[in-house]
């Protein structure tokens, strides 16, 4: 039997993420958690987001600019970071 969905892997999950991740904070001006979980699939594994963002911010693509309470429902109100893209050296 074969599936029919194909089943993410750590690596390309991640790289899908920090890539979705510096996109926004361009387009957006921020981004959150919220942000990344409406805009991608669910991640093979739970602590996946956190990752992406520690990636995207060793990377230099954001840095924090405060934090606010999670509308995710599952999150439970819970406090989270505010990204914004690093302004890029012209």
């Not at 690596?11 to 361009?26: Q, R, S, Y």
């Not at 669910?42 to 606010?68: M, V």
């Amino acid at each position: 039997m074969t599936r029919a969905a194909v089943l993410d892997t750590r690596e390309e999950w991640l790289e899908d993420a920090v890539a979705t991740i510096h996109a926004l904070a361009h387009s957006q001006g921020s981004v959150t958690a919220d942000d990344l979980h409406r805009e991608m699939r669910e991640p093979p594994h739970s602590n996946l987001p956190g990752i992406a963002f520690t990636i995207a911010t060793n990377r230099g693509y954001i840095h924090s600019i405060g934090r606010k309470r999670s509308s995710t429902k599952s999150r439970k109100g819970a406090r989270i970071d505010i990204w914004a893209a690093v302004k890029e050296e012209s």
